[in-house]
C-alpha cells in the first residue's frame, strides 16, 4: 500500500516476523520469539546402529521432497553414538535432512518450540536405498558442456550454490552422483554462459542447456527505485531461483 513501511526485528538468538505499518502510525507492537533447538541421532536404517560420521542440515518449513538445498544449514558430525545438536534453530515447522557415505539422505518434518530443545529426533539411513545417477550435459546441437553444476532437484540460490552441488560436468559434458534417494525424479544444471535446465532422471539422463537471453523489466510506480526484482525459471518443471536486480531511478533494470 501507498506509504506503508515494513518494520523488521533482528537480535541474536531470537526472530520476530515483522509487521507493516502505516507511516505517521503509532504503537506498532512487534513479538519476536526465542529460538528452539534439535538434538537427535543418525543410525543404519536396518542395523540401528549409529552412524559415526555424517552430515546434518535443517532448513524451516515442511519440504514435500528431497533437495539440495536442504543443507544450506548443514554441519560435520563425528560422534561414536552418532548424535547431533542444534542449539539455535527459528520457531516453527522445519525438515531436518541427514547423509552419509554410501547411505541414501534421508529426511524428516519436526516443528520446534519457543525456547525448548527438540529432543529424540532419529534419523534413519537406508544403504539400499541409494543409488548412482549418470548422465550428460549437452548444448542444443549436442555438443558436450563442461563444467555445468549439477543439483538433485531445482537449483538453491546463489548464495547456496557453492554448497550444494551434486556433481559437475566433465570435459565430455558427462557427470556421476553417488548417494541419491531412490525417488528423486529430476536434475537441474546451471552454467554462466547458458540459460539453466532440469532433466527427467532415467538410464541415461540428458540435460540440454540453451544459449542465455535477457529480461528487461520495467516497474511503474510513484516511487520506481530500489526495488528488489527476483526471477524464477518455470519450464515443463521449476527449476528454481536464478537471479535478480534492483532498479535504478527509472524503475528499470536487467
Known amino acids: 500500500p501507498d506509504d506503508s513501511i515494513q518494520i523488521h526485528t533482528d537480535k541474536a538468538k531470537y526472530r520476530g516476523p515483522g509487521a507493516t505499518a502505516d507511516a505517521g502510525e503509532q504503537a506498532v507492537r512487534l513479538v519476536m520469539y526465542r529460538n528452539g533447538g534439535i538434538e537427535g541421532r543418525v543410525v543404519d536404517a536396518r542395523t540401528g546402529k549409529a552412524l559415526p560420521a555424517f552430515e546434518v542440515g535443517y532448513m524451516n518449513g515442511h519440504a514435500p521432497v528431497y533437495n539440495a538445498s536442504l543443507f544450506g544449514n548443514k554441519e560435520a558430525f563425528e560422534d561414536t553414538d552418532g548424535r547431533f545438536h542444534f542449539p539455535e534453530v527459528y520457531v516453527g515447522d522445519a525438515t531436518v535432512v541427514a547423509r552419509a557415505p554410501d547411505y541414501a539422505p534421508v529426511l524428516t518434518h519436526v516443528t520446534v518450540e519457543e525456547a525448548e530443545m527438540l ?78 535446465a532440469s532433466g527427467e532422471v532415467t538410464e541415461t539422463t540428458e540435460i540440454v542447456l540453451r544459449k542465455a537471453g535477457g529480461l528487461h523489466v520495467e516497474v511503474v510506480s510513484e516511487n520506481p527505485e530500489k526495488i528488489r526484482i527476483n526471477t524464477h525459471f518455470r519450464g515443463k518443471r521449476h527449476i528454481g531461483y536464478i537471479g535478480g536486480g534492483t532498479t535504478d531511478a527509472d524503475g528499470k533494470t536487467t
Open 119 to 196: 529432543r529424540g529426533v532419529v534419523l534413519k539411513l537406508d544403504a539400499s536405498q541409494s543409488k548412482i545417477l549418470t548422465g550428460q550435459v549437452v548444448t542444443s546441437e549436442g555438443l558436450p558442456i563442461e563444467g555445468a553444476r549439477l543439483y538433485v532437484d531445482e537449483i538453491p540460490a546463489p548464495e547456496l550454490r557453492d554448497r550444494n552441488i551434486a556433481a559437475t560436468s566433465g570435459d565430455g559434458g558427462e557427470f556421476t552422483i553417488e548417494n541419491v534417494p531412490e525417488d528423486v525424479a529430476f536434475l537441474s544444471a546451471w552454467h554462466p554462459d547458458f540459460a539453466p
